[in-house]
């Protein structure tokens, strides 16, 4: 998209870990689509990119330096967000690390490291969001992510963190799904599968990795910008009203087998 569609007009979110990767396009994505984005993640100089990228494309977007890890984040990005655009309406909890060794060797300084920034720093920003959003009466949604890891074992290099904290992901998002439903919050996740982003590049650096992974993709090939973004502009919008406490794969059906 070029222009913004007017699905989400008038709608603000906070999209942590904006600043590359999954994070950044679904930012623009919801841009596109008439949503105000409050673009949040470590490096502000990534940050700006995605917020002049906005621009240029005809939306609206506020950068906010923050780290997940520390505790009190939740609540200072909502209150930027009220600040800067007068509302919230929607959270994407993108924010994510990983780490790769084998199980028996876990450092498990890691691994809660990966458990506190993949689960427990995206409870403490959703509360908060759920917060405003009931104070303010008006309801809202919130997509979290999830992975094709978060309901499969990986292959290659272990992962035992990352598909602990994806699979904890899922589990959370039909919690919280199920406790704001009352309040008119409606709480999603997307699990995407093959995705070429800085993070997942690791995955595919040996030869024949990729022509791999491919083969066992239905479809056939990898996710693109427009895979992920139609899928969180969706869950966003109205026409996903009617669903709560689901997580969405994103795969090319590699999880159908």
């Known amino acids: ?110 691994f809660a490291d990966v458990l506190n920034v993949n689960v427990t720093a995206q409870m403490e920003l959703a509360s908060a969001a759920a917060r405003a959003m009931i104070d303010a009466g008006h309801g809202g949604w919130m997509i979290a992510m999830s992975s094709i890891l978060g309901r499969r074992a990986a292959t290659g290099m272990g992962l035992a963190a990352y598909t602990a904290s994806k699979g904890a992901i899922e589990q959370l998002v039909r919690e919280l799904g199920r406790q704001w439903a009352g309040q008119g919050i409606r709480v999603n996740g997307l699990a995407p599968g093959y995705f070429p982003t800085p993070m997942n590049a690791p995955m595919v650096e040996q030869p024949g990795r990729l022509e791999g992974m491919l083969a066992r993709i239905p479809l056939g090939r990898a996710g693109t910008e427009e895979d992920i973004t139609g899928a969180a502009v969706f869950l966003a919008s109205d026409a996903a009203g009617y669903i709560t406490g689901h997580t969405l794969a994103v795969d090319g059906g590699m999880s159908a087998w």
């Open 1 to 110: 998209m070029s222009d913004a569609d007017g699905t989400l007009s008038g709608q603000v979110a906070i999209v942590t870990g904006a600043s590359s990767g999954l994070g950044r396009i679904m930012a623009l994505g919801l841009a596109d689509a008439g949503c105000a984005v409050v673009a949040a993640a470590r490096r502000e100089d990534e940050l700006e990119t995605t917020a002049d990228r906005i621009a240029e494309r005809g939306g609206r977007a506020a950068v906010v330096p923050v780290d997940v890890r520390e505790r009190g984040h939740g609540d200072a990005l909502v209150a930027r967000a009220r600040e800067i655009f007068g509302r919230l309406d929607g959270v994407v909890l993108n924010a994510g690390v990983a780490t790769g060794a084998p199980a028996e060797e876990e450092d498990l300084d890691a």
